[in-house]
Structure formats: C-alpha cells, structure tokens
C-alpha cells in the first residue's frame, strides 16, 4: 500500500496495555495510518458509535463486563464492513476459530514474531477490503446502469445519487427529485422503479408543467363518454393503466391547485374518479415528483398544498447540476459521442484537448441535455474525425468560427469584446430557444441591454418573452 492509502485508513487500537497501547500508536502513526486507541470494550463500542474506522485491533482479554469476543460480536452489529483483527497472548486454535467464525479477518498471538509481519496483516487486509468496496460499488453502479444507459459517471456526487437509488428503491415510499432541468431526474426516477418490487409493473411520465389544466386532468384520472365534447368513449387514465407500478410527475409545481387537491386524495386513500364520473377507483401506485423550482417557497406564497408538500417530499434526492460534477464530463461527451456516431453511420471522432478543455471549463446551465446536444453538434459538423473548438457551440466555443486560429492578441479591445458580446448573445438564444426570460435570468443580464446588444449587431431570431 502507497501512503496515500494509509493516511485514508483509520485504525482502532483496543488493548489494556498500556505499553500495547503505545507500541502500535507510533508503529502505525509512523506508517502513515490514523490511530486511536482505548483500554476497554465499551470505550471502543462508544468511538464505533461515532466514527467509522477500517480496522481495528482488539484484544481478547480487556477487562470489564465485556471480553474480547463480545466487543467483536457488537462491532460487527455497528459496522459490519470494518475489519476485526483479533490479537492475544493467551489464545487457542478453538478461539481462534470461532473469531474468524464471528467475523473477524485474522487472529495474531503475541509476542509478535516481529514488526514486519504485523505491518503486512494490517496491509494486506486493509488492501483486500478496499478490493471488496470497489467491486461492491461498481456492480452497485453496473445494476443501476444496466437499467438506464445515460446515468453516466464516477464523480463523488454521483456516487451519492446511486448509493441513494439503492436505498430508497425497495422503498415504497414517495419520493422528491430536486434539481435544475436538464440534470437528470428523470432518469433517476426510472432507475428507481427498476430497481424496485414494481419493475414489471408500467413506469409512466407525466410533465405537469407542459399540458394545459383540463388535458393533464384527463391524462392522469381519465375520463367518461361525454364527459366533453371530444369524448366519444371512456378512456382509461395513468393512475388506472400503471396500476401497481410508478408515475413519475415532472415540474408537479407547476400543476394547478385544483389538481394539487385530486392528487393528495389519491395519495393519502389511492381513490380517484374518472373526470365526468361518479364511479370510485382505486389504484396501487407510487409516485415519484420532480422540480427546479423551490416548492417550500411556493408553499408560502400558497401556489402549491402544503400537505401535499409534505405527502410527496418523503424523501429527497437533490440533483447537483453538471457545473458541481465536472469530473463526469469526459465519460459522459465519450457516451454521447459514441451513441450519434453510431446513429450516423459515423466514425468514432476523438475530442482534441483544446476541445475538451472547453467543455470542462464552460458553466452548463442546461446541464447534461445541453450537452448531449453540443456533442451531437459536433458529430455533426466533424469532418476530420477529430471535434475542435469550432465543432461546438458558440456560448461554448466563444470564439467566431471564422476567427478559429486567429492570434487575438492583434485584436483591439474593442473588436475583442464585441466578437465575444456577438457570439455568446447568439449561443444564449440558440440554447434557450430565444426565450428573453430565460437568456436574461440565466446570464445576468437586463433584457432592455439583451435587446440593445441583438440590435447593435443585428441579430435577428423569432423571440420569446418569458411571462412567468
């Protein structure tokens, strides 16, 4: 083991030796390893109760109401993946035995033969258990993977998502998926009912914030012949088609209050009615909500039910935004770039360094589908196999296409900051369909100066106003 690695591994010394005690505080410290010790098995219990260690050193005979054995049967009850190395002068083969039986990785009976030998038991079980967390999360990451191809990633952030998705799948427990569009929550909703008891059951989207009141009504609850004019028949809704599997309700803060009521119903009984009918239905269903907006602020500006926060906000899963993860750009820009190759009848291209340092550097407020586009893009406009600069995007890129390899150190000032004005106002507009709202909460910028610039250099698109 590299020193590195020691000083990530904390050690527990459980020993009523003073002079044991102190043997292996320097030993160990000296190698790099952090160490606590204590004399007795309660002390110890006390410090798993509060810190998680990687090894620990006990003792067989400590004095009060707790031996050796004992420590270790509780120990492993707290931490069962923290490696027990049972140490003793006074050991047999048959307490050996029945302390590799209760968990523990190794037996060691002193007088040691010598430090060399301790030092390479602790190593070699440090080495082996982190072996089994490595192999432990990649086939934890490889099962949620297998469900959905595009949960991409090995940054801390995304650990924490998956090791979340396999806790709460098994659930049957309402769940909320915070984060900004385009940050995956839906893709987090599906692997959790995949991984859950109702995966052979229908997992059905629903987006609150794209249908108009009365069509998301009908969508969700259905509704009987005659129920309005276009209703020539009765037609089933999502709660009764999913019958026993998982909708996932996308952007539910944008649903209207007078929906909000029918779905706390089905949450707390799972009765609805059929728009237009009298018939009393029930359904067995889970339900997965998503926002970007703060639903607790909403709550106080009585836009959304409180209780209805409450019944969908069991637990919650915060999705971090591409810019907090940037270590999983490079995999994700692999997976993209290797998905719209082969959907093009394409070869492969590699991403020069000038290219990937830019995807790296730039901010993503549309998080990964902007740039699941931007690398489509650059599929698209690559023709030498390899995707430069002037393949993506221009809020990207920043550079004018035009202007790729010119040195701008002969630029003036001026020419400089109005090639860059130029590009980044176009590369705004392209990235949130001309949507002045968007582009001037995004960016910072007042939408009196958004269109003064697109003026000034004569930018013309079909704009949107955002009303929100």
């Not at 410090?47 to 009060?64: T, W």
């Not at 060399?116 to 990649?138: D, G, P, R, S």
């Not at 009908?218 to 509704?223: A, E, M, N, Q």
């Not at 550079?399 to 004005?421: C, D, H, Q, V």
Request: aromatic share 8%; glycine share 6%.
């Amino acid at each position: 083991m590299d020193n590195i690695e020691r000083e990530k591994a904390r050690i527990l010394v459980v020993d009523d030796e003073e002079y044991t005690r102190g043997f292996f505080k320097n030993l160990l410290g000296e190698e790099g390893y952090e160490v606590l010790v204590c004399a007795n098995g309660q002390e110890a219990l006390n410090l798993c109760d509060q810190i998680v260690f990687d090894l620990i050193l006990l003792d067989l005979k400590i004095p009060g109401n707790l031996d050796g054995i004992e420590v270790l049967k509780k120990i492993k009850k707290i931490c069962p993946s923290t490696i027990v190395i049972m140490i003793s002068g006074h050991g047999t083969l048959e307490i050996a035995v029945k302390a590799v039986k209760l968990g523990a990785e190794n037996f060691l009976s002193k007088p040691f033969n010598s430090v060399e030998e301790v030092l390479i038991h602790i190593e070699k079980a440090l080495q082996y258990q982190k072996i089994v967390n490595e192999n432990k999360f990649l086939h934890e990451q490889l099962t949620l993977q297998m469900t959905n191809r595009n949960m991409i990633g090995s940054s801390p952030e995304l650990k924490k998502i998956f090791d979340l998705i396999r806790k709460v799948s098994p659930l049957d427990t309402n769940i909320l998926l915070i984060g900004d569009s385009g940050t995956g929550k839906e893709l987090v909703a599906d692997a959790v009912h995949k991984n859950s008891p109702r995966r052979n059951k229908r997992f059905m989207t629903v987006h609150c914030g794209a249908l108009p009141e009365n069509l998301l009504e009908t969508t969700l609850f259905g509704y009987e012949e005659g129920a309005f004019t276009d209703a020539k028949k009765r037609t089933k809704g999502y709660f009764e088609v999913a019958d026993g599997g998982t909708i996932f309700l996308d952007e539910i803060g944008e649903s209207s209050l007078h929906l909000q009521v029918k779905l706390l119903r089905v949450l707390q009984t799972g009765e609805f009615q059929r728009v237009g009918g009298t018939e009393l239905l029930h359904s067995d269903i889970r339900i997965i909500s998503a926002t970007n907006i703060d639903l607790s602020k909403a709550v106080e500006n009585k836009k959304f039910r409180q209780d209805l926060y409450f019944r969908i906000n069991v637990i919650n899963i915060n999705m971090p935004p591409l810019r907090d993860r940037k270590g999983d750009i490079p995999l994700l820009a692999n997976y993209f770039i290797n998905k719209y190759a082969k959907s093009m009848n394409k070869p492969i291209p590699t991403v020069s360094s000038e290219a990937m340092k830019l995807l790296l550097n730039f901010n993503w407020p549309g998080n990964i589908r902007q740039l699941e586009n931007a690398i489509e893009r650059a599929i698209v406009l690559c023709e030498d196999n390899i995707i430069r600069p002037a393949c993506l995007p221009p809020e990207i890129s920043i550079l004018n296409p035009n202007l790729i390899g010119t040195n701008f150190s002969t630029l003036s000032y001026k020419e400089a900051k109005e090639n860059f004005e130029r590009h980044y106002l176009t590369g705004l507009l392209q990235t949130y369909n001309n949507n002045i709202g968007d582009i001037a909460k995004k960016s910072g910028i007042d939408p009196s100066t958004i269109y003064r610039k697109m003026s000034k250099y004569n930018i013309k698109f079909k704009l949107q106003i955002n009303t929100d």
